[in-house]
């Protein structure tokens, strides 16, 4: 069973930085792009960051540019999201998604999501 999990999430404030991991297991995912969505309160799932197969390219949303950085991990199964100089408006649940298109969620059948973390940026 496909599976991916989120984890690194909590109460942050204003300023602080968090690192959200996601493991993906049940398959190789070695020739997925892993990607980062968020769905803050209110609004709709919005795309955050993505990094290719190989690690060497990255996307990155314009509101998060510069502060959030995206990484694969030695296992090529794992992703990171380093997230600094957190605002409030970066309150949202983030997730994980394995996609076989850059930046592009999940259209069902062998593309994937994960469960979510929540984050709040408050003071």
């Known amino acids: 069973q496909v599976q991916l999990v989120e984890s690194g999430g909590g109460l942050v404030q204003p300023g602080d930085s968090l690192r959200l991991s996601c493991v993906a297991s049940?398959?190789?995912?070695?020739?997925?792009?892993m990607n980062w969505f968020r769905q803050g309160p209110g609004k709709e799932r919005e795309f955050v960051a993505a990094?290719?197969?190989?690690?060497?390219?990255?996307m990155y949303a314009d509101s998060v540019k510069g502060r959030f950085t995206i990484s694969r991990g030695d296992n090529p199964n794992t992703v990171h999201l380093v997230m600094n100089s957190l605002k409030p408006e970066d309150t949202a649940t983030y997730y994980c998604?394995?996609?076989?298109?850059?930046?592009?969620?999940?259209?069902?059948?062998?593309?994937?999501w994960g469960q979510g973390t929540q984050v709040t940026v408050s003071s």
């Open positions: 998604a394995a996609t076989l298109f850059l930046g592009r969620p999940p259209e069902g059948g062998n593309e994937y």
């Open positions: 049940g398959r190789s995912f070695s020739g997925y792009f």
């Open positions: 990094i290719a197969r190989g690690g060497g390219r990255t």
